[in-house]
C-alpha cells in the first residue's frame, strides 16, 4: 500500500523530497548510471527511485537533482523496458535485498483496504463486513472507533 501526493510539477517533489531526507535515485541509460543489483540500498535510510516517461525518459532538472543514477542491467538488443516493467523489476530487487519490507500492522491494512473499497466499489456497502469495522478503531479517524466508515 502507497500513500500518494501530489504536486503540480516534478520539480516541486522532487524538491520536496529532498526536503524531507530523502536519497533520490534516478533511473536512466546515462553513461555515470550504475546497475541496481550493485547498489547498497542497505545504507540509504530512505529512498525514492525517480521513473521518467517510457519516451523521453526523466527531465534533465530531475537528472540534476538525483544523488544517484541506476539502470537494469540486460541482454541482448533491448536496452529499456517499458515503464511498468521497469518499475517491477527495482521494486522486485528492492524486496529480494530486504529494502522493503512490510510494516503494516493488520488495523492499517484493514484501514487502507477499505478505504480502497469505498473508493473503488460501485456499491460498497455490499463489499465491506461492516460487523468487522464496527468494533475496531480505525486509524484514520484517529483513537477513536469510526461508526461513519461511508463517509470518508
Given at each position: 500500500y502507497i500513500q500518494i501526493r501530489r504536486f503540480q510539477t516534478s520539480y516541486e517533489?522532487?524538491?520536496?523530497?529532498?526536503?524531507?531526507?530523502?536519497?533520490?535515485?534516478?533511473?536512466?541509460?546515462?553513461?555515470?548510471?550504475?546497475?541496481?543489483?550493485?547498489?547498497?540500498?542497505?545504507?540509504?535510510?530512505?529512498?525514492?527511485?525517480?521513473?521518467?516517461?517510457?519516451?523521453?525518459?526523466l527531465s534533465e532538472s530531475i537528472l540534476s537533482q538525483a544523488?544517484?543514477?541506476?539502470?537494469?542491467p540486460m541482454v541482448g538488443m533491448v536496452q529499456s523496458l517499458n515503464i511498468s516493467a521497469s518499475f517491477a523489476q527495482v521494486l522486485f530487487h528492492l524486496r529480494t535485498v530486504g529494502r522493503i519490507r512490510p510494516d503494516l500492522?493488520?488495523?492499517?491494512?484493514?484501514?487502507?483496504?477499505?478505504?480502497w473499497i469505498i473508493?473503488?466499489?460501485?456499491?460498497?456497502?455490499?463489499?465491506?463486513?461492516?460487523?468487522?469495522?464496527?468494533?475496531?478503531?480505525?486509524?484514520?479517524?484517529?483513537?477513536?472507533l469510526c461508526p461513519h466508515l461511508l463517509h470518508w
Open positions: 517533489a522532487v524538491k520536496q523530497l529532498k526536503m524531507e531526507g530523502f536519497y533520490l535515485v534516478a533511473t536512466t541509460l546515462d553513461e555515470d548510471s550504475i546497475a541496481v543489483n550493485e547498489v547498497d540500498f542497505s545504507t540509504i535510510d530512505k529512498v525514492c527511485i525517480l521513473f521518467g516517461n517510457e519516451e523521453r525518459g544523488d544517484m543514477k541506476i539502470f537494469l500492522e493488520d488495523i492499517k491494512i484493514a484501514a487502507v483496504h477499505e478505504k473508493n473503488a466499489a460501485r456499491n460498497p456497502v455490499e463489499c465491506l463486513d461492516l460487523s468487522f469495522f464496527a468494533v475496531q478503531t480505525n486509524p484514520l479517524c484517529g483513537d477513536h
